[in-house]
């Protein structure tokens, strides 16, 4: 693979926070593209930590991390923007939805009417055209998540950064939601790095799923998922994603196997 | 008026209500002399017959509360600000805004009497000195108390320190500012009105605690008890203020005042 053209390159990053916790042994991870990356693991393996580094949020102990060929807190000068969907909704409890989903926009100083218009076009992405004028607590969980996804869509993102986004809710809105972001993923082109505690929402949306293990926190494993139906309701209960999900599973089961020999 | 709200302003009402007509019966059958315990008719007639004086006087307590409220709020969240600005200004100064908490009002306030020419200015200084920490405390934590997640996103989009100030840490801290402010404005009343006590002995004030010094004097337990009903009045008057204030700038948004989840 050639880190040049990748999306995200990540070069024997670690980390180790300033309390000596050592978070995340040297991970090498590429990220092509138009790729929809899911990060799986146990608590603490690291998941966010490494989320965090891609996003700036955070820097790396040792090694190297780009993103679009730079490094990724040098990405104000790019055209190309990464966005970031948190675990909660983290929308501002005083503004109106619109507003939330402004926000980015506001920030960047792109003036009222285009970014109105965009704001428009974000919630109408997620169904959330009618809650504009809606304070969050107004809305469901579900609703609330739309309207953060909304937010994170409407600076037009190339680079789309997930950590558990729809972790807190229900697996009837959690399937929906998947089947939304796997639409916004196709229709927009989108490059997406997506953590999850859950085998099955690592199937059912990634292109590839890059295992993780904790204690310490490591990467274990890559796994392709190309299945050759189309990812529906169908494809939840084919053989193929049973056998995609039990080899994810061993894959888990084997790193804490591992990780309990080494304690014993 | 929904109903829940005429219930909050009803059963108070009839609270009081009902220990008023206690206290009238009290005193009427078993002949209380008025200059014990006076019965709540005559303190309202003394209320309307001195008028004159006790209103004026209600006046100058009131500037003088007001007054000091204003100024706690402007210095307690300049301060709040420069706190949360660098972690060496508030480790510095943080210990002195609690020795302001602690140190007792009427142990400074003769010191600030005779420091201060005009007595005006010295009773809002002491009401300041009273009413200031709970701005500062509140102010401090709400400007700190900020969601990660908002802050991340705000970093992520290369928000400025005035961006992040205006949109993130300023809404963020009002809820806090609030809870503070309604109980600076009860203290300030409080301040206000020791102070005087303080100082209407010096014969300088003119307020509600100079009413009740000089009323005590006289022995006129019902001019006593008059101002003491005009302080307690503006003391839940105030503090209502400040509720509606709080529920106006919050209302919309905030959990604290809206009723339904
Ligand atoms: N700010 C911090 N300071 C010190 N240690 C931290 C910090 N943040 C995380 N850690 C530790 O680093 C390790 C990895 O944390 P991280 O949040 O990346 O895990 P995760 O995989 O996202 O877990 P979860 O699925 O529970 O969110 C954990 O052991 C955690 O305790
Ligand atoms: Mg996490």
């Not at chain 1, 138009?34 to 608590?43: A, M, Q, R």
Request: charged share 15%; glycine share 8%.
């Amino acid at each position: 693979m050639n880190s040049e053209a990748s999306a995200v390159a990540v070069q024997s990053a670690e980390k180790t926070y300033p309390n000596g916790t050592h978070a995340l042994l040297p991970v090498n991870l590429t990220v092509q593209q138009g790729e929809f990356v899911t990060l799986l693991g146990p608590s603490g393996c690291g998941k966010s930590t490494l989320l965090n580094m891609v996003a700036g949020l955070l820097e790396p102990s040792a090694g190297r991390i780009s993103v679009w060929g730079e490094s990724p807190n040098a990405q104000s000068q790019a055209k190309q923007r990464l966005s970031f969907v948190f675990q909660e909704a983290t929308l501002m409890p005083w503004a109106r939805v619109g507003a939330n989903v402004r926000l980015p926009l506001d920030l960047q100083g792109i003036n009222r009417a285009d970014a109105d218009q965009r704001v428009g076009n974000a919630l109408k992405l997620v169904g959330l055209e009618k809650f504009a004028e809606s304070y969050p607590r107004e809305l469901s969980g579900g609703m609330q998540m739309r309207a953060s996804i909304a937010r994170s869509l409407v600076t037009d993102p190339s680079l789309l950064l997930m950590d558990e986004p729809f972790g807190a809710l229900d697996e009837i809105t959690r399937n929906r939601l998947d089947d939304e972001l796997l639409s916004l993923w196709r229709s927009k082109g989108l490059t997406v790095i997506f953590v999850t505690h859950s085998i099955h929402e690592a199937v059912y949306l990634s292109s590839r799923v890059v295992v993780m293990a904790a204690r310490p926190g490591r990467v274990i494993e890559e796994v392709a998922i190309t299945p050759t139906v189309a990812r529906d309701d169908a494809f939840r209960v084919s053989t193929e994603f049973a056998g995609y999900a039990k080899q994810l599973q061993d894959s888990l089961l084997r790193a804490s196997v591992n990780v309990d020999e080494a304690l014993a | 008026m929904t109903r829940d709200q005429g219930q909050r302003l009803l059963l108070p009402l009839f609270v009081a209500l009902v220990i008023v007509g206690l206290w009238q019966w009290w005193v009427t059958a078993y002949d209380i002399p008025q200059f014990l315990v006076p019965s709540p008719l005559v303190v309202a007639q003394t209320l309307v017959m001195d008028w004159s004086l006790l209103g004026a006087a209600l006046l100058v307590t009131l500037k003088v509360t007001f007054l000091a409220l204003f100024c706690s709020v402007l210095l307690g969240v300049t301060i709040a600000f420069a706190f949360v600005q660098s972690k060496w200004i508030e480790t510095a100064f943080f210990p002195y805004a609690v020795l302001l908490q602690v140190t007792p009002i009427v142990a400074i306030a003769p010191l600030i009497i005779i420091w201060v020419k005009s007595p005006t200015a010295s009773l809002v200084i002491c009401a300041t000195l009273v009413a200031l920490f709970p701005i500062i405390a509140n102010t401090t934590l709400g400007l700190r108390s900020v969601n990660r997640g908002l802050q991340s996103l705000f970093k992520m989009n290369r928000a400025t320190r005035w961006q992040t100030l205006v949109r993130l840490r300023i809404p963020s801290a009002l809820p806090y500012f609030f809870g503070g402010l309604r109980i600076s404005s009860g203290l300030a009343l409080i301040g206000a009105v020791v102070a005087e006590f303080v100082a209407g002995t010096g014969g300088t004030g003119t307020g509600l605690a100079y009413q009740i010094l000089q009323a005590g004097y006289q022995l006129n337990i019902p001019r006593m008890f008059a101002a003491l009903v005009l302080i307690t009045l503006t003391g839940v008057t105030l503090f209502a203020l400040m509720g509606a204030l709080s529920k106006w700038a919050l209302g919309s948004w905030h959990e604290s005042e809206t009723n339904s989840i």
